[in-house]
């Protein structure tokens, strides 16, 4: 089924390009060699430090997470990008982009597709640095284009710094759907939803009771000096205090650090995870210790079965893990 739909994804692919060089054969197709550029384009944001707002209590700390592993998480969420640049015009890159988001939801243990999958496909260009020609061409193709231009006016027309752009606006209409079917979510159901990565970029999932972020990268870390220390020191079952994550473009989140695997031989993110949920009131600021390690204790519960052979399986639950298999499948 995967070969399948894959090849019907490469047809779709030498369609586009057989177009273009109707349209246009001095164009410069590329036709072998070229990876997708999720793995050629390098993550620019430099790492840094932010100071944590500690909310529960005073300083942070490490806080064993007492109890049971508990199951119950009802569903999971994640999406996937995918890009290939077809051809180039005068320099600048055509960039085809896959993006999609799934919710699978768990019953009778075991994982089915709840709403229909988002799976979006367009065309990504630098329409402000091409001809006016040839951008008439690219709006006469059977397929969306985007312009993914440079805000800044005196943005390099470097093509692998146009092409990083375009990927860059490939991950914004990915970040889209994933919200899209997050709120959608909220709309209709009060059982968790675990979403791969942050919940703060939509007011209405970072508000929700219902909506669990779990962030596996950390190339911004929200702990400085002995804060810095006391996450890096966590053991397997152990969780950091709860801080506030404020940023000006995205909706203030409660979060605190969960170690999910034994670090020991490892660098000091391994089986480390960033959780978030919406931030407690004042009258409830209190309640915020207990239920940090209720959610703790539901995250543990998907560290098993191991999502192998996945690499990043230490951070990895096996939900996730089978979204990704799932839109793997049909894009």
């Not at 006016?153 to 710094?161: E, I, L, M, R, V």
């Not at 994933?178 to 791969?196: G, M, N, S, V, Y």
């Not at 407690?280 to 192998?308: N, V």
């Amino acid at each position: 089924m995967t070969v399948v739909l894959r090849a019907a994804m490469n047809q779709g692919l030498l369609a586009l390009q057989r177009q273009l060089r109707a349209l246009a054969p001095e164009i410069a197709l590329i036709t072998e060699g070229e990876q997708a550029l999720e793995r050629a384009t390098p993550d620019t944001r430099p790492p840094r430090l932010v100071s944590a707002d500690v909310i529960e209590e005073s300083a942070m700390r490490a806080r064993r997470v007492f109890g049971d592993p508990v199951v119950a998480f009802a569903a999971f969420l994640d999406g996937t990008q995918t890009s290939h640049v077809i051809a180039y015009v005068d320099g600048v890159p055509l960039v085809h982009g896959t993006v999609a988001a799934v919710v699978r939801l768990r019953r009778n243990r075991r994982l089915t597709t709840w709403q229909p999958p988002i799976v979006r496909r367009k065309l990504y260009a630098c329409l402000g640095m091409l001809m006016p020609e040839h951008r008439d061409m690219l709006q006469s193709l059977d397929i969306d284009v985007v312009d993914a231009t440079p805000m800044s006016g005196d943005a390099a027309p470097h093509p692998f710094a146009l092409r990083d752009t375009a990927v860059h606006r490939i991950q914004e209409d990915r970040e889209t759907a994933e919200r899209e079917l997050a709120e959608l979510w909220c709309q209709h159901e009060q059982e968790p939803l675990f979403i791969d990565g942050n919940i703060s970029g939509s007011e209405k999932v970072a508000v929700a009771a219902c909506t669990v972020g779990v962030v596996k990268s950390h190339r911004t870390l929200y702990a400085d000096g002995d804060a810095l220390r006391t996450v890096f020191g966590l053991r397997r079952g152990e969780r950091s205090s709860v801080f506030r994550v404020t940023s000006p473009k995205r909706v203030p989140v409660a979060s605190w650090y969960l170690r999910a695997r034994d670090p020991v031989g490892h660098d000091p993110m391994w089986g480390l995870m960033r959780v978030e949920i919406a931030p407690p009131s004042p009258i409830d600021r209190d309640s915020i210790g207990p239920r940090a390690d209720q959610i703790s204790r539901w995250i543990l519960a998907e560290a098993s079965p191991l999502a192998m052979p996945d690499a990043r399986w230490d951070k990895m639950v096996y939900g996730i893990r089978d979204c990704e298999e799932f839109l793997r499948a049909v894009t």
